[in-house]
T-cell receptor, first 113, second 116 residues
């Protein structure tokens, strides 16, 4: 069975702090994709990143970085120097063959000024 | 219009009403999805359409009826809903691959549904 776990339900930080959102996944498939989405208060999910199971290189995009470790089945997301606009719910998701996207429960990040 | 649009953005209906949610994607994708997002719960996949054919029905009650007339439009027809059906209903689209591994899904803004 496939599963995504985001153990942190809510995180609150002060602006300019770094914050890491954890994501642990379960799958027996060897080929899969991992995603992160951001859901601001407006409701729309915004795609942030897709990573395939054969590419364990970490990725950095501006203040965002992702750490993919197959050995621990984790795909963690770090925001450096957080800003108030980063306040949102963040979802980690897993896609395997068969076309289904499985979401974690989401982590609500609150960045206070 | 760009991306994925959904109408209406907000809907309040009684349990005996019949209403429809509309989704339109302007991305040339071949797959469309309906998700339900209830408070404090993960997104629940409801339906998947691939090349206009329904390929997934995630044990959704028959009071929800999807329709996909073409690859750009997706409807969710609602009738005799229950208060527990109140939620945010999100539509998404993606360019599906032959091996059925999904490309990234692009989401609409959602319809906030309240059933009285």
């Amino acid at each position: 069975a496939q599963k995504v776990t985001q153990a942190q339900t809510e995180i609150s930080v002060v602006e300019k702090e770094d914050v890491t959102l954890d994501c642990v996944y379960e799958t027996r498939d060897t080929t899969y994709y991992l995603f992160w989405y951001k859901q601001p208060p407006s409701g729309e999910l915004v795609f942030l990143i897709r990573r395939n199971s054969f590419d364990e290189q970490n990725e950095i995009s501006g203040r965002y970085s992702w750490n993919f470790q197959k050995s621990t089945s984790s795909f963690n997301f770090t925001i450096t120097a957080s800003q108030v606009v980063d306040s949102a719910v963040y979802f980690c998701a897993l896609s395997v063959s068969g076309g289904k996207l499985i979401f974690g429960q989401g982590t609500e990040l609150s960045v206070k000024p | 219009e760009t991306g994925v649009t959904q109408t209406p953005r907000h809907l309040v209906m009684g349990m005996t009403n019949k209403k429809s949610l509309k989704c339109e994607q302007h991305l040339g994708h071949n797959a469309m999805y309906w998700y339900k997002q209830s408070a404090k719960k993960p997104l629940e996949l409801m339906f998947v359409y691939n090349f206009k054919e329904q390929t997934e029905n995630n044990s959704v009650p028959s009071r929800f009826s999807p329709e996909c007339p073409n690859s750009s439009h997706l409807f969710l027809h609602l009738h005799t809903l229950q208060p527990e059906d109140s939620a945010l209903y999100l539509c998404a689209s993606s360019q599906d691959r032959p091996d059925r591994i999904l490309g990234e899904q692009f989401f609409g803004p959602g319809t906030r549904l309240t059933v009285l």
